[in-house]
T-cell receptor, first 110, second 118 residues
Framework: QKEVEQNSGPLSVPEGAIASLNCTYS??????FFWYRQYSGKSPELIMS????GDKEDGRFTAQLNKASQYVSLLIRDSQPSDSATYLC??????????FGAGTTVTVRA | SAVISQKPSRDICQRGTSLTIQCQVD?????MFWYRQQPGQSLTLIAT?????????ESGFVIDKFPISRPNLTFSTLTVSNMSPEDSSIYLC???????????????FGPGTRLLVL
């Protein structure tokens, strides 16, 4: 069983819509969770982190965490063409190693 | 977050040769990591490199194929040895860091080295 699983996509949304990305993880002791954005040909860039149950908002991004369900999500509100990228869900272990999901490619249609 | 650079940014190599990738960070960090991202795939951790100790390799990766050096707290190298076309990937280094809006330990990535083996 993979440690981190994401809805594989690709996900296509119209400009201005909400993009919803989902991620589940298998290790119940995981404490911190991250969303990285990776543009084509570039390296991953950290955009959100969350470690408490509930929602965390940063601009147009909202991360949601439900530890009981082992579920993390990322909402992108008012999606812009510049949001078109691959979004990687990641979980950090006690020895600071990151496990990544396969990524979800988002395309925002103008 | 730390500023991380990698050299070379890209290279085309012949099979059977070796390539050493350098990773430089602008501040001292305890932990550095090396990842591989094969075409269309996610990131896979190769090894963890801590200064003053041997690198710790993940399952499926061995020191003979991917020797790593960590001579000080700002620098590391990864060598891809005896390359084959299957080694064509993006190789990324990352460093530990504290996420800016909280106190969570996370990782920040260098720009990557794009390797094509013919």
């Amino acid at each position: 069983q993979k440690e981190v699983e994401q809805n594989s996509g690709p996900l296509s949304v119209p400009e201005g819509a909400i993009a919803s990305l989902n991620c589940t993880y298998s290790d119940r002791v995981s404490q911190s969770f991250f969303w990285y954005r990776q543009y084509s040909g570039k390296s991953p860039e950290l955009i959100m982190s969350i470690y408490s149950n509930g929602d965390k908002e940063d601009g147009r991004f909202t991360a949601q965490l439900n530890k009981a369900s082992q579920y993390v999500s990322l909402l992108i509100r008012d999606s812009q063409p510049s949001d078109s990228a691959t979004y990687l869900c990641a979980v950090i272990s006690n020895d600071y190693k990151l496990s990544f999901g396969a990524g979800t490619t988002v395309t925002v249609r103008a | 977050s730390a500023v991380i650079s990698q050299k070379p940014s890209r290279d085309i190599c012949q099979r059977g040769t070796s390539l050493t990738i350098q990773c430089q960070v602008d501040s001292q960090v305890t932990m550095m990591f090396w990842y591989r991202q094969q075409p269309g795939q996610s990131l896979t951790l190769i090894a963890t490199a801590n200064q003053g100790s041997e690198a710790t390799y993940e399952s499926g990766f061995v020191i003979d194929k991917f020797p790593i050096s960590r001579p000080n707290l700002t620098f590391s190298t990864l060598t891809v040895s005896n390359m084959s076309p299957e080694d064509s990937s993006i190789y990324l280094c990352s460093v530990e860091g504290v996420e800016t809006s909280g106190s969570i330990e996370t990782q920040y990535f260098g720009p990557g080295t794009r390797l094509l083996v013919l």
